[in-house]
T-cell receptor, first 109, second 115 residues
């Protein structure tokens, strides 16, 4: 089956710093989503980005489907950005979201 | 997007008992999904809840342990049966709203602790 790998597994930033999170996937996909899981466990949709680039405030994401990776950029990080960031891909045949192992981010004041 | 609610938000249960988790969506959706997130782990799909037919379970999950109901297009329940401490997890439902299958949104989750 398809493999989804995220890096780095853990990241500690000082408030105000920028960061790049990476998601690699082993096969072609029709959907890729980025989520933020807050400390209360809720999954927040960040981007639905099967290809191209999108921006939302301090966050932006780029997916290069032909090279099977996606990047999530966080600029001017804030303590509220702390949590776990997941990418997940959708296989057409099953509609099943397959999650990466996540990047745990801690932003220190 | 869809507004998704889950009940209960959290519970502490005794070994050997069962808990039923509810998922309510504010619009009709064809498919609903149930995921499990064990402590410190990623999310794993348990099953797809289909209205009018039996749920479709992923490898490693069985109906006797995780029976699912889907009585209508806005509601589903997941029961965790004969619980053990290994069932301690966050359980989340998800839906693709508006018939657009590709983007999914998640409920707030149910945090279950089994003693």
């Amino acid at each position: 089956g398809i493999q989804v790998e995220q890096s780095p597994p853990d990241l500690i930033l000082q408030e105000g710093a920028n960061s790049t999170l990476r998601c690699n996937f082993s096969d072609s996909v029709n959907n890729l989503q980025w989520f933020h899981q807050n400390p209360w466990g809720q999954l927040i949709n960040l981007f639905y980005i099967p290809s191209g680039t999108k921006q939302n405030g301090r966050l932006s994401a780029t997916t290069v489907a032909t090279e099977r990776y996606s990047l999530l950029y966080i600029s001017s990080s804030q303590t509220t950005d702390s949590g776990v960031y997941f990418c997940a891909v959708l296989m057409d045949s099953s509609y099943k979201l397959i999650f990466g192992s996540g990047t745990r981010l801690l932003v220190r004041p | 997007s869809a507004v998704i609610s889950q009940k209960p938000s959290r519970d502490i249960c005794q070994r050997g008992t069962s808990l039923t988790i509810q998922c309510q969506v504010d619009s009709q959706v064809t498919m609903m999904f149930w995921y499990r997130q064990q402590p410190g782990q990623s999310l794993t799909l348990i099953a797809t809840a289909n209205q009018g037919s039996e749920a479709t379970y992923e490898s490693g999950f069985v109906i006797d342990k995780f029976p699912i109901s889907r009585p209508n297009l806005t509601f589903s329940t997941l029961t965790v049966s004969n619980m053990s401490p290994e069932d301690s997890s966050i359980y989340l439902c998800s839906v693709p709203p508006g018939g657009a299958i590709y983007e999914q949104f998640f409920g707030p989750g149910t945090r279950l602790t089994v003693l």
